[in-house]
């Protein structure tokens, strides 16, 4: 099971890969969400996303024999990306499973970190059982998206930096709301604030309709969505939590907060326009619930995740063209 321990020495094994990404502020966000608000910017991460941290701490977590042989990685793009540039980097090869819908920038991003690229339909074909075959026949070690303790532990690294910038900003407690897909990034950075930052609390965030985790912590158990399709939020549209993140989201997570794809593309374009970054739909529905759902929130100050800007053209001028 992921673990602070396993987060500690994952930013060990991080260290002088990744970037320490800002923790942004800009005083016309704040009057619109009605209270202090943060932007830790993960879309500056390598990759432009937070996932590369996962991929770097899974991938340099094998043994050398077994990383030799090479990885194998099922993603819609930003996991895709991080693991492909993570193997890219230490000369092994990589193989990833990609949806044919999935934005043309991600797999065409993935390629080019000399990953071999499998597409399949997610409506009709099972991208598990294409892994296992895959896997199976070339030796390839699988990392799963979110379900896999190194992954978690790297993405948990996020936390350990919140928790000091945060410190060196004067915030003491904070909500801490999160793009929510799998729940890789917030478990593990639950974890790390649970050890370091014990005044904040994390929130999941979701898109309308693939809103699981919500409504798995609502429960009490995990809920599956009806769909694996149909939200521009590609990046964290998933059938349901993971068996290893949701019992840390249950036990150290607030209640979900849930956006319409709407509000995440007006996100995106206030996050242009105030903050100068590029953020895509899915990584921009933490930002949204901070700015249009202060109802749901309880504390004075929030800290929001951009999780990923890896967004095809189109779309960001649709956001622009209609928020900016």
């Given amino acids: 099971m992921a673990s602070i321990e396993m987060i500690v020495a994952a930013r060990a094994r991080l260290r002088g890969h990744i970037r320490r990404t800002p923790l942004l502020s800009s005083p016309f966000l704040d009057e619109i969400a009605g209270r202090r608000l943060f932007v830790k910017a993960e879309c500056l991460q390598h990759s432009g996303s937070f996932k590369f941290r996962g991929g770097w701490s899974?991938?340099?977590?094998?043994?050398?024999?077994?990383?030799?042989?090479?990885?194998?990685?099922f993603s819609s793009g930003n996991h895709?990306?991080?693991?492909?540039?993570?193997?890219?980097?230490?000369?092994?090869?990589?193989v990833m499973i990609m949806p044919s819908d999935a934005p043309k920038l991600k797999i065409a991003n993935t390629r080019a970190f000399g990953a071999e690229?499998?597409?399949?339909?997610?409506?009709?074909?099972?991208?598990?059982?294409?892994?296992?075959k895959l896997s199976a026949e070339r030796g390839l070690t699988l990392i799963k998206p979110f379900?896999?303790?190194?992954?978690?532990?790297?993405?948990?690294t996020t936390g350990l930096e919140i928790a000091e910038q945060a410190q060196e900003d004067g915030i003491?407690?904070?909500?801490?709301?999160?793009?929510?897909?799998?729940?890789?990034?917030?478990?593990g950075i639950a974890l790390a604030l649970e050890a370091s930052a014990p005044g904040f609390r994390v929130r999941p965030c979701e898109p309308k309709d693939f809103d699981d985790t919500t409504r798995s912590l609502a429960s009490g158990k995990i809920e599956r969505n009806a769909s694996v399709s149909g939200s521009i939020c590609d990046?964290?549209?998933?059938?349901?939590?993971?068996?290893?993140?949701?019992?840390?989201?249950?036990?150290?997570?607030?209640?979900?907060?849930?956006?319409?794809?709407?509000?995440?593309?007006?996100?995106?374009?206030?996050?242009?326009?105030?903050?100068?970054?590029?953020?895509?739909?899915?990584?921009?529905?933490?930002?949204?619930?901070?700015?249009f759902h202060g109802d749901a929130l309880e504390s004075d100050?929030?800290?929001?995740?951009?999780?990923?800007?890896?967004?095809?053209?189109?779309?960001?001028a649709m956001a622009l063209e209609r928020f900016g």
Avoid: W
């Fill in 58 to 73: 899974a991938v340099s977590g094998l043994d050398p024999t077994t990383r030799a042989k090479g990885v194998i990685a």
């Fill in 80 to 94: 895709a990306q991080g693991v492909a540039l993570a193997a890219k980097l230490h000369g092994i090869p990589s």
């Fill in 117 to 132: 690229i499998v597409l399949y339909d997610r409506d009709k074909e099972n991208r598990d059982a294409i892994g296992a």
């Fill in 147 to 156: 379900d896999e303790p190194l992954v978690i532990a790297g993405q948990g």
């Fill in 172 to 187: 003491s407690s904070a909500e801490v709301l999160i793009p929510c897909g799998g729940g890789g990034l917030s478990s």
């Fill in 235 to 291: 990046a964290i549209v998933t059938p349901q939590p993971g068996n290893i993140t949701f019992p840390i989201l249950k036990r150290l997570a607030g209640a979900g907060i849930v956006v319409t794809d709407g509000e995440a593309l007006r996100a995106m374009a206030l996050a242009f326009s105030r903050l100068k970054i590029v953020v895509e739909p899915g990584g921009a529905v933490a930002l949204a619930a901070a700015l």
């Fill in 301 to 316: 100050t929030v800290i929001a995740v951009t999780s990923g800007g890896n967004v095809d053209s189109d779309i960001f």
